[in-house]
Structure formats: structure tokens, C-alpha cells
């Protein structure tokens, strides 16, 4: 009874709808009831805003990050496959053909002109034009060696 009281407003014996009956009054990202705030008001923050047009501005975002994740994770399994064969060296072409797609990674190295280190999560390898070299797994001990020597030079 008392929820019913609130929610309708009485005037000159008139029922009213509650206003939080109408959807403008709600905001369009959260849902938080916008109470008795101007009219057009769509958001109750700006951060709600911003959320609301990023999303629609970047509709595929999720699916895209999700399709990445998949490559990178099918070329880790390409990569961990080969290290436990005893397979450290193989020639690009023939990774191709396993699935490995070189365009994708988590960091990149240039050492030199011809020398470029790549990692995917825990894995490394070189690329040379035409082969991919000391392919490697990095221990978390070494990743952590890595981040801090990283850390270190800025
Ligand atoms: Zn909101």
C-alpha cells in the first residue's frame, strides 16, 4: 500500500501516473531513475554519457576483441606445440600452414633491421623474412626479469 501511495501523485483528485512510469525518465545506460530533474535529461552522469555513445560509436568492439584472443591463442598452441616437439627454428611458410598468422602478437622487438623479437603471451620467437627463429617459452620467473628490466629503463 505504501509503494502504491509513493508512487502515485494525487491532484485536484486527479491519479497521476508515477513519474518514474516514463521511460525518458530513466537513464538510457544504467537504468538509475532520473527523479524530478529537467525534462529532456537522458543520463543521470556524465560518465553514463560518454558510456552510452562509446558503445554505439564502437558497436563491434567485444566481438572484435574476442576475435583477436582467438588468433592469439590458437598461435600460442601453434607455437607450444612445436617447443615441445623440440622444434625451435622452422621456415614461415610451413608455420602458415599449421595456422600461425605472423601478423599477430603481443610485443614486439626490433633488435636490429633483420632481427625482430616477437612474444605471444608466454612465447618468443624471431622473424626473419622467410624463417621463424629461436622459438621459446618464457618462464613467469624470466617475464617478470623482463617486466622489471623494462620498468627499470624509464
Ligand atoms: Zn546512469
Redesign the pocket.
Same mark, same amino acid.
Given at each position: 500500500m505504501l509503494g502504491i501511495a509513493r508512487g502515485f501523485v494525487h491532484f485536484c483528485g486527479m491519479p497521476y501516473f508515477p513519474l518514474y512510469d516514463n521511460a525518458s525518465f530513466y537513464?538510457l545506460? /544504467?537504468?538509475?531513475p532520473l527523479g524530478y530533474g529537467r525534462h529532456d535529461r537522458k543520463? /543521470?552522469?556524465a560518465? /553514463?554519457k560518454n558510456r552510452y555513445h562509446n558503445a554505439r560509436r564502437y558497436p563491434g568492439l567485444d566481438k572484435t576483441v574476442a576475435r583477436v584472443l582467438r588468433i592469439l591463442e590458437s598461435n600460442r598452441e601453434v607455437l607450444s606445440k612445436l617447443v615441445r616437439m623440440g622444434i625451435h627454428d622452422i621456415d614461415r611458410l610451413t608455420l602458415q600452414h599449421l595456422g600461425f598468422r605472423a601478423e599477430y602478437s603481443t610485443s614486439f622487438r626490433l633488435v636490429s633491421r633483420r632481427h625482430q623479437v616477437y612474444t605471444c603471451f608466454d612465447y618468443t620467437y624471431e622473424l626473419t623474412p622467410s624463417r621463424v627463429r629461436h622459438i621459446s617459452w618464457i618462464s613467469p620467473e624470466e617475464e617478470a626479469q623482463r617486466e622489471g628490466a623494462g620498468k627499470k629503463k624509464k
Open positions: 537513464c545506460e /544504467c537504468g538509475t543520463f /543521470c552522469s560518465a /553514463c
